[in-house]
């Protein structure tokens, strides 16, 4: 993907960047990098049809820490802020950023919004006048939690690896939509129904993995909408309770990880977020019909 252009200000700033890790498709592109500067400058980062998320993971000198490195959007002027761990660049903007002594390895996120799904096609994707400095820190726990999740992907590559990075993508985008773009998507469309937007959205969490938090209340104010209500709404839209989807949710996801042998019983039951072993095989006898093990001798 070419739609991030780098630009360094300052000729003297030695830097180098090492890719340490990397996984890529026609709608996302994501690298553990290991960036190092030598010496404080300046530079430009221009985006064109894709956004950017980088997450600091590490630190090799803590007194060399990204705390020092200061940004801003340039279209908006205004002072450098402090960078957080995290930050946002929205598609067609351009931020500029101070940087000091720094040698830190990051996970870097291009992806492309439109590209991620066909539901997401038609998506109200427009960024401007709604570029502020809260992109400069995400510390939004959920977005945090998925980032997290995207490095120990792309450092560890497993079964359906694309698959699940575009379903983790896919939720952050919605999640990025509804907090900074110009416009929610997440409201019902009816008094007693959800929209399918908002459908889409608690689907794309419970796929995102056990790591997301999907207590009733997290979901509520995720969308945005009052629990008992939310809970209603999701019954009255698909016929299911939140509860079930999330059985439903969590077995289906193990199937598809049953599949690869080399994958253990108990690995498939934490990764799907059971507790132990005995209360997965319990759920999935109940769901399925048969236990795990029968499952996968029988594909």
């Not at 490095?151 to 379903?167: D, V």
């Amino acid at each position: 993907m070419h739609s991030i252009r780098y630009l360094e200000h300052d000729p003297n700033s030695a830097r180098q960047f090492s890719t340490e890790a990397r996984i890529s498709s026609d709608c996302f592109d994501i690298r553990i990098e290991n960036a190092q500067w030598s010496r404080s400058g300046m530079a430009t980062i221009e985006a064109e049809q894709n956004c950017l998320l980088r997450l600091i993971l590490s630190s090799a000198d803590r007194t060399l820490s990204f705390s020092n490195n200061t940004g801003r959007f340039l279209d908006r002027g205004g002072d450098f802020k402090p960078l957080g761990p995290a930050l946002f660049i929205p598609s067609d903007t351009t931020f500029q950023f101070s940087h000091g002594m720094t040698d830190h390895k990051a996970l870097i996120c291009l992806f492309n919004p439109d590209a991620l799904s066909p539901m997401m096609t038609g998506m109200p994707w427009n960024w401007n006048g709604c570029v502020n400095d809260n992109m400069l820190n995400l510390d939004t726990p959920y977005l945090m939690s998925v980032l997290q999740r995207l490095a120990r992907e792309c450092m560890s590559p497993g079964f359906a690896s694309e698959l699940q990075i575009e379903c983790l993508l896919t939720a952050m985008a919605l999640d990025l939509q509804n907090e900074y773009g110009g416009q929610k998507v997440y409201e019902a469309n009816s008094p007693d129904k959800l929209s399918t937007a908002t459908v889409k959205y608690i689907r794309d969490m419970f796929e995102a993995g056990p790591e997301v938090d999907w207590s009733l209340a997290a979901l509520a104010a995720a969308c945005n909408i009052p629990a008992r209500k939310l809970s209603q709404q999701f019954k009255n839209t698909t016929g299911r309770t939140l509860r079930q989807y999330a059985a439903q949710t969590r077995i289906r996801q193990a199937k598809s990880l049953l599949l690869n042998p080399n994958v253990l019983i108990k690995q498939v039951a934490y990764q799907t977020g059971f507790q132990n072993p005995a209360s997965f095989t319990a759920a999935f006898r109940k769901e399925v019909g048969v236990t795990p093990e029968m499952f996968r001798s029988s594909v």
